[in-house]
């Protein structure tokens, strides 16, 4: 079976240097995504987890989705409570127009 949800935009922030892509989310849940989609059409963001689609956030508009398109992996970020950071990496496919 195939979710698919849009909710209120996921605490999210975005840093593109020369390490590549990470994206810091508020809450650990999203570091577990299976795959991050950035719609080129209309700049969101959405990320297949737990085998559903879930709409997470608008890409800022510091970012491009032209400058992401090389991008073939994006590191996934966020803060423990115990202080921690937990990292995860997962593909990052940009729909095509």
Request: charged share 20%; net charge negative.
């Amino acid at each position: 079976m195939l979710v698919s949800i849009e909710n209120q935009d996921v605490s999210a922030k975005f840093e593109l240097n020369d390490a590549g892509l990470h994206v810091h989310f508020e809450d650990p849940s999203y570091v577990h995504a299976d795959m991050l989609i950035l719609h080129s059409s209309n700049s969101r963001v959405g990320a297949i987890l737990h085998e559903g689609y879930i709409g997470l956030c608008a890409l800022p508009q510091t970012l491009s989705v032209d400058a992401l398109r090389t991008i073939q992996t994006v590191t996934l970020l966020s803060t423990l409570p115990n202080g921690e950071i937990f990292r995860l990496e997962a593909p990052l496919c940009v729909e095509r127009r």
